[in-house]
């Protein structure tokens, strides 16, 4: 990676779990250029969440509704170096262009070369490539073994996720996410969540905590509901910092191929992820504490519809046993010594 100056600009991407996976290269970044100081530009639902970023001196935002022009001109004059460009858009791109950051770095495409002034190539090859590397190839590093990406929360969040859960307090809790901002391709029905609910808080004791965003909370009711006893929905009632808190509460994180699992991966809590086409090799969550679990013979593909029958089909296929044993396997694995 070349040399940086004392100000560096990041234009970060859209989706959450797509900016968890970019963590990594961020906080390599910054580790390979200690004395530089990292602004990331954010969208407004994700800023706070990068605010505990701990690789970041600043987090700027990119004011929702605000033109291009505007943003180009208030980012002219803030005296930045370089800007890594995460996201594949023309407007990604043109930003910084704007704003007269003399070097711009990131991949072609979308009609974009021309205001780069620096194109990064993909590592891998033809082989399959975790997403969070590929963000390497922007900032000019090599990936090598992707190290979990991690948030500081304050303790004044962990205080309020700690009065969310109530009496049972951290590490009594399994959380599950049932929902996924892609929508059914992404989704294990919701019964065999709460199926999955009901007999580890049999076999454990564990609360069952269902958490979702606020468009998520007719399903993550009906996962509640279907649990029972012990079981209680905060779908809507978390900001993503506070979420970010109640995953690190929880024992063990049950979850689809969303955003919500790559958070908890960034929190440190052990993950399973149920996947049905998505292909866990490139965006599968990160870190030792995962498991995942698929359908036999299911064929993975990067990009699939947000509604599509074969990926139903594939989720429908991962059976509730399956996944229960993943379940207690990683609890086996994590549990602390006595």
Known sequence: MRALGNDVLIY?????????MSMPAIEAARARSPKARFTLLARPDLAPLWRLQPALAAV????????????????????????????????????PFLAGIPVRRGFRGHWRSLLLTEIAVPAGGSAPLHQAAEYFSVFGLEAGRVAPPRLDIPDSLHDAARTMLGERGPGRWMVLLPGAARGP????????????????????????????????QTICAEVADGIGNGAVSLA?????????????????VLANDSGGMH????????????????????????GETCRVVTAAG????????RDSAR???????VGVDDVLEAVHSLLEATREPA
């Open 311 to 317: 990926a139903r089909a594939a989720l429908d296929a």
């Open 12 to 20: 970060g991407v859209t989706w959450l779990g797509d900016a968890i």
């Open 60 to 95: 700027d935002v990119l004011e929702s509704g605000g033109g291009t022009w505007q943003a180009g001109r208030r980012l002219r004059g803030r005296g930045f170096s370089c800007c890594f460009i995460l996201p594949n858009s023309f407007r990604s791109a043109w930003i």
């Open 298 to 305: 299911a064929v993975a593909s990067r990009a699939i519809p």
């Open 263 to 286: 958070l908890a991966t960034a929190v440190g809590t052990p993950v399973v992820a149920v996947f049905g086409l998505t292909d866990p090799r490139t965006t599968g969550p990160l």
């Open 185 to 216: 391709a992404k989704r294990w029905p919701p019964e065999r969540f709460a199926e999955i609910g009901r007999r580890v808080r049999d076999s454990t004791g564990l609360g069952m905590a269902v958490l979702g965003s606020e468009q998520e």
């Open 236 to 252: 809507g009632q978390t900001s993503l910092p506070l979420l970010a808190a109640v995953l690190a509460a929880g024992r063990i």
